[in-house]
């Protein structure tokens, strides 16, 4: 086995045996999707400080030396402006990386190969730190050992380097793609360990969706800090895809000028209703609610209901426990006349008009209801939402049992739940 940190720093010299430099750097491919994965090229820094690149092939390794199996002058000069790839030993030795089982950040203390140049994984273990500060033949065999804590190379998600994208397009490299296929909340918990810059290369590389669902996942202020370095652009696509009610919180936190900024670059129906939750208070009914629900006429079946419910779920992805009957669908502004679950939905005739299954006794708040009372009532009446009308009892928008439940908690304590339907 080979420790990039052993071999930094090696003599290599040529085939009479004289020292034409040393080895300085490993170099791989920037994109990993496959393993197993093998060093691009190694980089040897000559005599006038001149850095070659060099097929890993073409040297051979001997008591600590490496040996150049070509003449000199069949070596290519290496320009970093021109390179694609990923220099093991500045962008990810002694940088943080995503060990995507554990689905944790961890630092890397050394990267560890087998003998032919393939790439094992990185160790973070103290060992692995303790082989870089002491002499080799002070460690011996332990020098040697393969650390139980090695994490393999196709686990790894790297974050030390990124490809700068060019005006209007987005990052999207992701080395081996498994973090994408993480649950939003385990992303989350993996950005609340970085900084907000690297947290931020994380948020960019992932579909829009799975972005916005691991935002959704964050508490605010890092929200914040994660969107202050996202492209203005790529910001605003993210919280047109956010609930409503996260963006607008969001948003609400942000300096006026940027948030005026990203409101601008969202598309005119999503940032209206944004603009309508950014009027109220934060700490009101009005400040929790969100204004993805669902009206009906009263007059529809339950098979109408059934298909709109469907339909909304497919279109804007909205997962709602109630629908609530109005006279008139269409109207800007709606009276509740009554409201009935999805499980009564379920169990109905599918011919069976809404105005005979609805509860008329519906409960409500108000905008500038506090959320404790809010909680209260839904905690009262078991209620996963309620509706939150005005004073002439138009419905604004109604409040979910997570964002009500959220306010109970300590801030510290406070995480995204996941959507209960």
Not at 248 to 275: F, G, H, I, K, Y
Not at 377 to 399: D, F, H, R
Request: charged letters at 25%; one cysteine or more.
């Amino acid at each position: 086995m080979l420790y990039l940190s052993q071999v930094l720093g090696s003599t290599v010299e040529n085939v009479q045996h004289e020292r034409i430099g040393r080895l300085i750097d490993v170099l791989v491919a920037t994109a990993m999707h496959e393993a197993p994965v093998f060093p691009r090229a190694l980089l040897i820094e000559g005599e006038e400080d001149q850095p070659w690149r060099v097929p890993a092939e073409v040297l051979e390794r001997h008591d600590g030396q490496f040996r150049l199996l070509i003449p000199v002058a069949e070596l290519t000069v290496y320009t970093e402006e021109a390179s694609e790839e990923t220099s093991l030993a500045h962008h990810v030795l002694d940088k943080q990386v995503i060990d995507v089982e554990r689905k944790k950040a961890v630092r890397v203390n050394d990267i560890c190969f087998d003998d032919h140049w393939r790439i094992l994984g990185v160790d973070n273990s103290n060992l692995g730190l303790i082989r870089r500060l002491a002499p080799h033949w002070l460690l011996g065999g332990m020098s040697q050992q393969l650390p139980a804590t090695l994490i393999p190379w196709d686990q790894v998600e790297l974050l030390g380097h990124q490809v700068t994208p060019t005006p209007g397009t987005h990052l999207s490299r992701s080395p081996s793609g498994q973090l994408a296929e993480l649950h939003p909340a385990d992303i989350a918990e993996i950005v609340q360990q970085l900084t907000p810059h690297e947290g931020a290369r994380i948020i960019e590389g992932l579909d829009t969706e799975t972005a916005a669902d691991t935002m959704e996942e964050m508490d605010t202020e890092r929200q914040r800090h994660i969107l202050e370095n996202i492209q203005s652009e790529r910001a605003a696509d993210i919280l047109e895809t956010m609930e409503p009610d996260e963006a607008a919180d969001l948003l609400a936190r942000l300096p006026e000028e940027r948030a005026q900024e990203l409101l601008n670059l969202m598309t005119p129906e999503e940032s209206e209703e944004v603009q309508e939750l950014l009027e109220y208070e934060d700490n009101t009914a009005g400040g929790l609610m969100t204004t993805e629900y669902l009206t009906l006429n009263q007059t529809r079946t339950v098979a109408d209901a059934l298909t709109a419910i469907r339909q909304d779920i497919q279109e804007n992805d909205v997962r709602i426990a109630y629908i609530y009957c109005v006279a008139d669908e269409l109207q800007d502004e709606q009276h509740i006349l009554g409201v009935i679950s999805l499980w009564e939905l379920l169990a109905a005739l599918p011919t069976q008009p809404l105005q005979e299954l609805m509860e008329t006794d519906v409960i409500t708040v108000q905008p500038d209801s506090s959320p404790h009372e809010v909680a209260e009532i839904m905690a009262k009446y078991n209620l996963l939402a309620v509706p939150v009308v005005s004073s002439e009892g138009i419905l604004e928008g109604i409040v979910t049992v997570d964002d009500a439940l959220d306010v109970l908690l300590p801030p510290e304590k406070r995480h995204r739940q996941n959507r209960m339907y």
